[in-house]
């Protein structure tokens, strides 16, 4: 090939890059098929108020793929996004939440539950998002009490009024809000007051070293103390020891969710936890 072709044509003859996007293609495809074929699985992983009772789970997807076996939502989340499979994924996701709540209603431990739900930027911003979460509870009949949606500092920041109305009209419903992995994105002070939250949720980077860095135990503290003082419920994710649990405690956290508790498991498995809890 001449040298004169050129930088930008040079890509059109990386066999890497197309065999990239060859394995882009077929991820795409893979991922249509899933859905159809019911390969998505819901795990869910429990959440524990401060005196150490189940109060509720987070809802997490995961892929059962024939040939990969059990695939982590990092993997193939990132790329639902991209293509905007991640609307009818998320529906999925909501749908299978809310059916499972409204099968909880009658049993008298289980109907106290709520699950935290995941919602994806893309899936926020679409302009009949909240006629698709309201029709996803009516034809459940899952209690909109039980539900609690679970966004990300990054998808807050441009068009506030029309956020916080987006997130009234649903809350209006008795659906509740959470702000997840809080301190890794955009976090402005003056944007947080005005947001209708009920919970905030400590990204678990900064559980990670209370006990080893002064600085990571100092901004975790604060960031309890910021939530409390906001009149939020606060939750702390990836709680893995004690030590950890201890000085969550100290500092005054609501809520705990991490492997120290339970991992999130299949559905059989948090049901037979609810029960014994
Ligand atoms: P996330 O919402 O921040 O979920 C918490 C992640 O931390 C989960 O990873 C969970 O398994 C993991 N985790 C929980 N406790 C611990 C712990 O004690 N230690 C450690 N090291 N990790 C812990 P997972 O299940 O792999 O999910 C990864 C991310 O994928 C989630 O992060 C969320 O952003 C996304 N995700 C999962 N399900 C959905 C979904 O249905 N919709 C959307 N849009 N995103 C989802
Ligand atoms: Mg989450
Ligand atoms: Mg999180
Ligand atoms: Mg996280």
């Known amino acids: 090939k001449s040298k004169k072709a050129g930088r930008n044509s040079v890509r059109f ?9 060859k394995q882009h293609a077929t991820l795409e495809d893979d991922i249509r098929q ?29 892929w059962q793929h024939p040939v990969q076996g059990m695939m982590s939502p ?41 699950l935290a739900v995941n919602v994806s930027a893309l899936q926020f911003r679409q302009s009949d998002f909240i006629e698709t979460v309201v029709n996803i ?3 459940s009949g899952a209690n909109p009490q039980r539900l609690k949606l679970e966004l990300t500092e990054s998808m807050l920041i441009e068009n506030l009024d029309d956020i916080i ?11 509740g809000f959470s702000l997840d992995d809080f301190g890794t994105g955009f976090s402005s002070l003056s944007f947080l007051k005005r947001l209708p939250l009920d919970q905030l949720k400590i990204d678990q980077s900064f ?17 309890v103390a910021l939530g409390k003082s906001l009149g939020l419920n606060v939750i ?11 000085f969550l405690s100290n500092a005054g956290c609501h809520a705990y969710q991490g ?10 498995e948090f049901e037979e936890l609810a029960r014994s809890n």
């Open 236 to 246: 702390a994710e990836g709680v893995e020891t004690v030590e950890q649990r201890e």
């Open 137 to 139: 509870i009516h034809k």
């Open 13 to 21: 003859f990386d066999p890497s890059l197309e065999s990239a996007m």
């Open 74 to 114: 990092a993997l193939f989340i990132p790329f639902a996004e991209e293509t905007g499979l991640i609307l009818p994924l998320g529906n999925w996701v909501l749908e299978t939440a809310c059916k499972l709540l409204a099968s909880w209603e009658k049993i008298p431990r289980m109907n106290k539950l709520v």
């Open 259 to 268: 492997y120290l508790f339970s991992r999130p498991v299949a559905l059989t």
């Open 34 to 62: 899933a859905l159809d074929q019911g390969q998505f699985v819901l795990h869910y992983q429990g959440q524990f108020n401060s005196r150490d009772k189940l109060t509720g789970a987070e809802v997490l997807v995961r």
């Open 207 to 223: 559980i990670k070293d209370v006990h080893s860095d002064p600085n990571g135990a100092a901004i975790a503290k604060t960031i």
């Open 165 to 175: 109305h987006k997130m009234l009209s649903i809350k209006e419903l008795g659906v």
